[in-house]
């Protein structure tokens, strides 16, 4: 079973508030061990505002989200704790020891979680399939690899569009040669035996 929640597009739309709930998407609660277990899809790069609303709605699931860490690649600032709910999460990074598009999420005693984290610039239909791809019980991919492909396949799929653009413009399927004239239709007329040498 995968969890995903999330607002309408027209919600997310008006609401980019901090406290609207995450965009969120969990692999199946004891499925096979994969190298992610979800993705998060934030509003923005604001952890301060981000992380309440993430971890109020993993609590219940995961028990208690006591730390997170990140890189702060990504994070233009990295707070040390944020309140939570009438408690604090403590906030670590690593730069070289973790992926830049990952989230690290710990329960006290009960386990540790890693999330795709999804730019929060990133189309719907691209957040989308990260999504899918990170909440796979089976998914062998890191954070980064998801991410870089996901750019290959938008920049094909930009680039295919672009020459049916082109193409479309001058005229598609629908083109003829420049120099043709009007067609003229092409009748078949028997024609009589007639035998040689008469």
Do not use: C
Request: proline letters at 11%; aromatic letters at 6%; hydrophobic letters at 40%.
């Amino acid at each position: 079973m995968t969890a995903t929640i999330s607002l309408p597009p027209a919600a997310e739309a008006d609401d980019r508030s901090s406290s609207s709930a995450p965009r969120l998407s969990l692999a199946a609660t004891g499925s096979a061990p994969a190298l992610l277990d979800g993705a998060w899809w934030p509003r923005s790069r604001d952890l301060a505002a981000e992380l309440p609303s993430l971890t109020a709605v993993l609590d219940p699931v995961w028990g208690r989200i006591t730390r997170v860490t990140v890189n702060p690649t990504h994070w233009p600032v990295v707070p040390r704790k944020v309140p939570v709910a009438g408690r604090v999460v403590k906030v670590g990074w690593f730069r070289a020891e973790q992926d830049p598009h990952e989230l690290l999420l710990l329960s006290y005693r009960v386990g540790r979680w890693n999330l795709l984290v999804i730019p929060p610039q990133t189309t719907p239909d691209s957040a989308a399939r990260l999504m899918a791809a990170a909440s796979d019980p089976l998914g062998t991919s890191t954070g980064s690899r998801l991410m870089e492909d996901e750019a290959r396949s938008r920049t094909e799929y930009e680039a295919d569009r672009a020459v049916e653009a082109v193409w479309d413009s001058e005229g598609g399927h629908e083109a003829r040669a420049p120099a043709a004239g009007p067609r003229v239709p092409v009748v078949s007329v028997p024609v009589p035996y007639q035998p040689m040498g008469r």
